[in-house]
């Protein structure tokens, strides 16, 4: 058994063992969904002026709950090593970079750091190629950059000529098997941030096509086609865990990363949705969550009568308005909304594990099919939340 398959699997029995308390609608129930399985913890986040952010928390978190800690000690990670074969990539000219947002190039320099020298690459889901470009720039070998919009395409395009790069561009819809070609005649295949069912599908595709080196950073394990989660490793097939696409989102749904003021509005729509919700709960006289499109942010400025009155109107429940106003149930989403942040809270301890989970089932699956596969975080999380990084290359067949 290797070392993935181990952690995988402790991995897997906390994760199971605790469904509870990650695996719930956050907008379905009213009340706290885990009064009667878990009692104490319910009562603790019953406390008022609970400081939820605080240290001290989630050291009475602990207290109540002793075996939620033990999934800190799974997540105690080997850090991978900077490619040996490639000097650090911090020093190149200006001219490269222009047009790249600072943040987006920093995380493109690190990914380069960790990635294996190869003889052509193929950048798959490339945008403009900004990883091929650098990849390029710095070895001088072919880049492939696949591309399904065909417009970033011709910018990439423009942008390599004028570099003098030996980087090249297909317009290409992975998803239908159209970068196979490119795969079966390249060395290494990157992606930075390839979302859900691309970089799954890199990987399964790679692997066919005989790819002899992968660099891949995962994201947005949610964005897929499936219902529920499909494991790709053979262990990862006899978990007991059923993953649903708001499971996945988990994942990845890391708290208070935006600015203050997109903070402010996310916030104040998750109010006036709260309270819109335990308002058509009493004018329906239904129990359930009833869910309402997107909105423009304008909106939130004309206060919470006004966006009832639309998400009435979108759900056709405006004649409803006359017995029942809407303005005696902004107080109950302010309350609901604090109720949130508590379970939420909560459901983060399980973030980092199930993220881990989804990373060790891509990593065992290289494994059976016969790479040399190596994980760890390619970069500091306050460049990027998703530094993780999956490092494979083919095994050599004994003669």
């Not at 000097?87 to 000219?93: A, F, G, I, S, Y």
């Not at 696949?146 to 395009?157: D, Y």
């Not at 399964?204 to 950073?217: P, R, Y």
């Not at 262990?235 to 402010?264: C, F, H, I, W």
């Amino acid at each position: 058994m290797t070392s993935f398959q181990q952690r995988f699997q402790s991995l897997d029995t906390w994760l199971k063992t605790h469904t509870q308390l990650w695996q719930f609608d956050t907008f379905a129930r009213l009340d706290n969904p885990w009064k009667h399985t878990y009692p104490e913890l319910a009562a603790l986040l019953e406390r008022e002026n609970l400081e939820i952010d605080s240290e001290a928390f989630y050291v009475e978190v602990f207290r109540v709950c002793p075996d939620l800690k033990e999934a800190l000690n799974l997540l105690d990670l080997d850090l991978l090593e900077e490619s040996p074969q490639r000097t650090l990539t911090h020093d190149v000219p200006s001219y490269v970079s222009a047009g790249i947002k600072g943040r987006k190039w920093s995380q493109i320099q690190a990914f380069v750091a960790y990635t294996p020298k190869a003889n052509s690459y193929v950048e798959w889901c490339a945008g403009k190629g900004h990883l091929g470009k650098l990849l390029a720039f710095q070895d001088s070998k072919p880049v492939h950059s696949l591309e399904w919009q065909k417009t970033l395409c011709e910018a990439g395009e423009q942008e390599a000529k004028r570099l003098n790069l030996p980087q090249t561009f297909t317009h290409a819809d992975v998803l239908k098997g159209e970068g196979r070609p490119a795969l079966a005649n390249a060395h290494c295949a990157v992606a930075l941030h390839a979302c859900g069912d691309l970089h799954r599908e890199l990987i399964q595709q790679a692997i066919v096509a005989n790819t002899g080196k992968l660099c891949i950073s995962p994201c947005c394990y949610h964005l897929t086609k499936d219902e529920f989660y499909r494991p790709l490793s053979q262990l990862a097939q006899q978990s007991q865990l059923n993953l649903r696409q708001a499971d996945l989102k988990l994942a990845v749904k890391e708290v208070a990363t935006a600015g203050a003021r997109e903070q402010r509005l996310k916030q104040l729509e998750l109010t006036y949705r709260l309270g819109f919700d335990a308002w058509q709960r009493t004018a329906r006289q239904q129990d359930e969550y009833l869910p309402v499109p997107s909105i423009q942010k304008a909106l939130l400025s004309q206060g919470f009568d006004a966006f009832c009155h639309w998400a009435a109107e979108q759900k056709s429940l405006l004649h409803l308005q006359a017995k029942l106003p809407f303005d005696a149930f902004e107080s109950q989403g302010q309350q609901r909304y604090q109720q949130i942040l508590k379970l939420e809270a909560i459901s983060q301890l399980f973030r980092p594990a199930l993220e881990y989970w989804l990373i060790l089932d891509r990593a065992m699956y290289l494994e059976e099919n016969g790479y040399q596969v190596e994980i760890g975080k390619f970069c500091d999380k306050s460049l990027t939340p998703r530094n993780w990084m999956i490092r494979a290359e083919r095994k050599q067949k004994e003669q």
